[in-house]
């Protein structure tokens, strides 16, 4: 996808977004390990594209988009007003950067 972005946008920044994290992986291994599987594998695809010469490309990591107190969200999964301002207090610097 990142490809397929970059021809029909040669010089737009592409941003990755890792996951955040589960509050049912606390208590569940398997989803622990899907999410550490998604953000290693997006860091990993990161790296070769990279490598490959993809330029103007980011990455933002998913560890403290919802913060660590379990209140970031209304299911454990979708972030509620609270985590939504945490992901946004997390992305918008990245942005802001990216983007001057």
Do not use: C, W
């Not at 490959?52 to 919802?66: A, F, M, Q, S, T």
């Not at 207090?89 to 001057?100: H, S």
Request: hydrophobic share 40%; proline share 5%; no cysteine.
């Amino acid at each position: 996808m990142v490809k397929a972005i970059r021809a029909a946008h040669p010089v737009a920044p592409i941003i990755l977004v890792q996951t955040g994290p589960r509050e049912s992986g606390n208590f569940d291994s398997v989803i622990n390990q899907v999410v550490r599987l998604k953000n290693k594998n997006t860091r990993i695809e990161f790296e070769k594209l990279k490598k490959e010469g993809v330029g103007n490309l980011y990455l933002i990591r998913g560890d403290e988009l919802l913060g660590r107190d379990h209140e970031g969200t209304t299911d454990g999964v979708h972030p509620n007003d609270l985590g939504f301002d945490r992901m946004l207090q997390v992305i918008k610097p990245e942005m802001v950067k990216i983007l001057q």
